[in-house]
Nanobody, 123 residues
C-alpha cells in the first residue's frame, strides 16, 4: 500500500530552522518523483521542490537557497531542511509522489499525498 507520513513540523522563530521528514512505504519510496508542497491558510497549494529517483533536485524560486531536499534510502525517508525561515513560510507542508516519467512541480501529476505537517513561524 502506498503511504506517506510527514513529521517534524512545529513552531519556530523567524530565522530559525526545522527539518521535516516524510516516511514512505517501500513501494512509494521507489517512485520516480517525490516532492514537497505547502499550503498557507487562504492560499493555493504551491510546490516547494522535488527529487527524482536518480537524485535530480529542483526548488521553487521562493525558497531557493534556504531549503534543502534530501533522501535517506536506508530509511525510505524524504527530508526537507528549512533554514532562515521567514514570516511568509508558515503553512501545512505535504510530501507527495508519482511514478510518471517527467518530474515537475505540478500537483496534478502527484498521485499519493501525506496528511501534512504544520509549520509556524513567529517574529
Amino acid at each position: 500500500q502506498e503511504q506517506l507520513v510527514e513529521s517534524g513540523g512545529g513552531s519556530v522563530q523567524a530565522g530559525g530552522s526545522l527539518r521535516l521528514s516524510c516516511a514512505a512505504s517501500e513501494y512509494t519510496y521507489s517512485s520516480n518523483c517525490m516532492a514537497w508542497f505547502r499550503q498557507a491558510p487562504g492560499k493555493e497549494r504551491e510546490g516547494v521542490g522535488f527529487i527524482t529517483s536518480v537524485g535530480t533536485i529542483r526548488y521553487a524560486q521562493s525558497i531557493q537557497g534556504r531549503f534543502t531536499i534530501s533522501k535517506d534510502n536506508a530509511k525510505n525517508t524524504l527530508y526537507l531542511e528549512m533554514n532562515s525561515l521567514k514570516l511568509e513560510d508558515p503553512a501545512t507542508y505535504y510530501c507527495a509522489d508519482h511514478d510518471k516519467a517527467v518530474c515537475q512541480l505540478r500537483q496534478e501529476l502527484f498521485t499519493t499525498w501525506g496528511p501534512g505537517s504544520q509549520v509556524s513561524v513567529s517574529s
